[in-house]
Nanobody, 122 residues
Framework: QVQLVESGGGLVQAGGSLRLSCAASGRTISTYGMGWFRQTPGKEREFVAHISWSGGRTYYADSVKDRVSISRDNAKSTVYLQINSLNPANTAVYYC???????????????WGQGTQVTVSS
């Protein structure tokens, strides 16, 4: 089992930046690809970014690729999501998740955190 805990969310003004963290415990995540998703009420969970187990490959949703950067530190069992130039449309709960391979589909991911709320004010 892998336990994932997100942190770093909060209230930020439009134009600001945040760095979200996802700390893993239990089974090592060094062999898992890691993804970030986001969700707003009434909508499906949306893919944001994915990073391969080694960190050598990254994938981004077209809607965010110019403003988001995913990274990982396997020694710390932590994955990060840097989000820049935030706008109110980015308000959502952000989740990290672990998957055996790179995919944008949520059902591929075996383990999920509880999420961290990001609220962007105008």
């Amino acid at each position: 089992q892998v336990q994932l805990v997100e942190s770093g969310g909060g209230l930020v003004q439009a134009g600001g930046s945040l760095r979200l963290s996802c700390a893993a415990s239990g089974r090592t995540i060094s062999t898992y690809g890691m993804g970030w998703f986001r969700q707003t009420p009434g909508k499906e969970r949306e893919f944001v970014a994915h990073i391969s187990w080694s960190g050598g490959r990254t994938y981004y949703a077209d809607s965010v690729k110019d403003r988001v950067s995913i990274s990982r530190d396997n020694a710390k069992s932590t994955v990060y999501l840097q989000i820049n130039s935030l706008n109110p449309a980015n308000t959502a709960v952000y989740y990290c998740a672990a998957a055996p391979w790179a995919d944008m589909k949520p059902y591929t991911y075996n383990y999920w955190g509880q999420g961290t709320q990001v609220t962007v004010s105008s």
